[in-house]
T-cell receptor, first 113, second 110 residues
Framework: NAGVMQNPRHLVRRRGQEARLRCSPM?????VYWYRQLPEEGLKFMVY????????ESGMPKERFSAEFPKEGPSILRIQQVVRGDSAAYFC???????????FGSGTQLSVL | KNEVEQSPQNLTAQEGEFITINCSYS?????LHWLQQHPGGGIVSLFM???GKKKHGRLIATINIQEKHSSLHITASHPRDSAVYIC????????????FGKGTKLSVKP
């Protein structure tokens, strides 16, 4: 019973490129959450998705960032035209329903050169 | 001032010591989480609580809603407990929309 799977583990991009981060939730989980951890800072909520729906994107930057969780396949966090300030660890978590415990992935470390 | 404050920021203990990490928050909450982040970066959810006390093995979490305060206790600490412990609260937002503390870095020496 695999846990939350994130890939890639490390991603290097040059300024202006696109970054795609993937998250496969635990089996049976339909709720996915993305968080960002900037260097020397705490975690920050970005977005909450259920299958095919964005429930809460109040933590997402207004530009360049988007997220989806299609009916089939993993959730994707997409960052267009990356800048150095996007360098951070991005964590995904999943849960089975309302009020349930969160299960976290190992994170994707994004480095923008 | 941060909405979620943890203390201490850093904590060094000897193996076997009883450890307490504190979390204070300034907003109304519906739930409080304690998370453990390993040196490699992975995050594990330890507890989710909205009242009272929970225990799992050597870990105990308590919350006092009136005082807006929670504590995480580790009994008989061990070097493998070395990690960053993070308090996070859900305050009126959607599920998963958490406000995180900056974490307490715990180092347990053998």
């Amino acid at each position: 019973n695999a846990g939350v799977m994130q890939n890639p583990r490390h991603l290097v991009r040059r300024r202006g490129q696109e970054a795609r981060l993937r998250c496969s939730p635990m089996k049976g989980h339909s709720h996915v959450y993305w968080y960002r951890q900037l260097p020397e800072e705490g975690l920050k909520f970005m977005v909450y998705l259920q299958k095919e729906n964005i429930i809460d994107e109040s933590g997402m930057p207004k530009e360049r960032f988007s997220a989806e969780f299609p009916k089939e396949g993993p959730s994707i966090l997409r960052i267009q035209q990356v800048v150095r300030g996007d360098s951070a660890a991005y964590f995904c978590a999943s849960s089975s329903g309302f009020g349930e415990k969160l299960f976290f992935g190992s994170g994707t470390q994004l480095s923008v050169l | 001032k941060n909405e979620v404050e943890q203390s201490p920021q850093n904590l060094t203990a000897q193996e076997g010591e009883f450890i307490t990490i504190n979390c204070s928050y300034s907003v109304g909450i519906s739930a409080l989480h304690w998370l453990q982040q390993h040196p490699g970066g992975g995050i594990v959810s330890l507890f989710m609580l909205s009242s009272g006390k929970k225990k799992h093995g050597r870990l105990i979490a308590t919350i006092n809603i009136q005082e807006k305060h929670s504590s995480l206790h580790i009994t008989a600490s061990h070097p493998r407990d070395s990690a960053v412990y993070i308090c996070a609260v859900r305050s009126g937002g959607s599920q998963g929309n958490l406000i995180f503390g900056k974490g307490t870095k715990l180092s347990v020496k053998p």
